[in-house]
């Protein structure tokens, strides 16, 4: 019993037999005694398509125009959804952002949540109606329509559910969080439950199941978030008692918690390295303020003496597709960073475990190092977070890297 | 100088490069210094495909979801426009029908307009900011989004330009009203003028180029209304004095009326007679209740005494596609109405001379009737309104008596 949202990405909605297979699982929480608020996406490949026309009208284009374009895909499949439900017999009513309303700050194309008025909907839903709102999208100050920026739906789903002190079920096109990536491991196994901390990991390392910022939002407001596919029968047995999919909760729900969770790897890297830079107080802005500005995002960031002891060498990655411009940046920037000479590589790969156990478990990182050594797999580079360890190698070896770390934090099981 | 509504209906939008033309257009008319409402349609097609996507939930869906799901087409081209138009260099921004707001009664799907608080709007305009705005839609006092039914961007036009005190100019791809259809009549040629009412007499007969309701209101609100087409060059040179297109303005506008102002004709007629009905209070009513009920429009109706001086024969028209329904509902409503007989004829075709001369010529009727008997044209039915003149014949000399009451009310020209 209790409230429930159930989020419904763009594969899930992609047409109306697929809605009708989503509205099966709706029907299922509400017979369940559930009050449950539905978000959905716009259909796969719209919002692309949305995009495409405007770029099509002007490259550079007004964010607020983009918005009000690209927020009438979900217009679509919310009011789709409606109509399904209520075929099933299921009270239903279709909500847009600004009818919520879902107040937003006023960067287009990039809004955050600033609060939700979920007066009205919290009544039709003690009325036994299923709210279906268009996940994605807000009013900004200006009562214009904003959008959330990519993946946004998932935002919207968990900020929704803490208006409404609701769990929320993400449904999507994979049953739930897997200890890796299973085409490359096959022994990779669905975890029945994940931390807040490791999937916002998973998430930033770009595990495509939930946005970043959704994670965050569900860890601050403590929103029980699961996983779960909606490809699945409606009224398929239950695998275990964990319940379907994945949940992802408080580290102390976690009762036989691994020391690594998953692993995950990253082929699109590229990496510049800047040597014998100036070891001066203000070099690291000089540095990546200009590519900051250039709107690149860098990932792994290493920075050691050099020999001389005076200068410093310093190593990033980034994107691929960003390589060109980076280079094109710090070179505009040379005489102000003041560095002796930029090399820069393609072809690496970002290999992470991730695991909250690291946290109380020692020789966690060693391990990692003695697995990949023993294949002769060099490391390039290492970064490490509380619960991640991070190597850069040589992208052919990625799937091997991945499957030897696999068996070597034991998560091979039958 | 002034303010102008200008409206694009779908093909005028049809994808980016038709609205950039479509702009072109608006520029020009920014450029002479108006200020400027621009209104538009969805993309072509894009309507009946959502219409069809909602049909496909269910068959028979609730009018307030299909009105979210339809009233996203165009708020893509709004959004769209407004982006072209800065490209273009001239401020612009969009409004959907519930940012006005459009105000409409609560009847989803046939929405009617109610008010328009155009404060905002206005005061943008006359900062210079062109307005574009999602015809066919509006906000409902249950603030759910309306629609006023197909056709309804032209309405919301004129109900805009009624607001701002505007004219408007209705875009699309005819170039204007002609005096009859030039595939039948090499000789139709363009009206510089055309009365609301003949306007209205045309719309009613299926002359797509306006919806009846937005002529009305243009009548009512006294808006004067262009036909004309987005597919002209922008700066193309005009060929009359009277400007490009059609204007639809106050007879007394009109200096030289014709008798008759055009040929119309419909094809796609079927007819049903009732004989011998008893001719008793409450007949109609027992006749045409039962049809507006199953939602079947009847057109020409004919009623004379029959021979016995007791009962009466009953004919009507309807279009052929609600034959089958009308002659089932009427089978079933037999013992209430009490009808000797019934039969039903396909094939036959309306045609109208249209002419608001007609209220101080004499001999209109005759010469229609004589141009015809001439070529063995035999009429079934006649009806007659203040301003127009149907006759029903054989559909197969319909492009010949087209072309023959053309010439008879010497509208064929150079």
Known sequence: MGRLVMKFGGTSVAGVDQIRTAAQHVGREVAAGHQVAVVVSAMAGQTDMLAGLAREAAPMHDAREYDAILASGEQVTAGLMAIVLQEQGIPARSWTGWQVPVHTDGVHAAARITSIDAEQMRKRLEQGQVAVVTG??????????????RGGSDTSAVAIAAALEANCDIYSDVDGIYTSDPRIVEQAHKLARISYEEMLELASLGA???????VELAMVYGVQLRVRSSFEAADAPLDDDNGPGTLVCDEEDIVEQQVVSGITYSKDEAQISLRRVKDKPGVSAAIFGPLAEADISVDMIVQNVSADGETANLTFTLATKDLARALEVLDGAKDKIGFNEMTHATGVAKVSVIGIGMRS????ASRMFKALAEKGINIQLITTSEIKISVLIDAAYTELAVRVLHSAYDLDKA
């Open 361 to 364: 478990h020692a020789g966690v």
């Open 136 to 149: 994605f999208q807000g009013l900004g100050p200006d009562q214009r329509v904003t959008t959330l920026g």
């Open 208 to 214: 495509k199941v939930l946005q970043t910022r959704s």
